[in-house]
């Protein structure tokens, strides 16, 4: 059980520093990437299928 919620709390760490990091790209650099903004929470989360 702890172990589940210490993988929990890194996975949304993770997750949190993806967002950061791609928002912080221009909407020009996201589109190079094949991304927009509202791709953003997927591709962090990892459930992206573009």
Do not use: C, K, T, W
């Not at 949304?12 to 967002?19: I, L, T």
């Amino acid at each position: 059980m702890l172990l589940s919620l210490i993988r929990a709390i890194r996975a949304f760490r993770d997750y949190q520093r993806n967002v950061a990091e791609l928002s912080q790209l221009s909407d020009r650099e996201l589109a190079d990437i094949g991304l927009d903004r509202s791709d953003i929470p997927r591709v962090a989360s990892g459930h992206y299928n573009g």
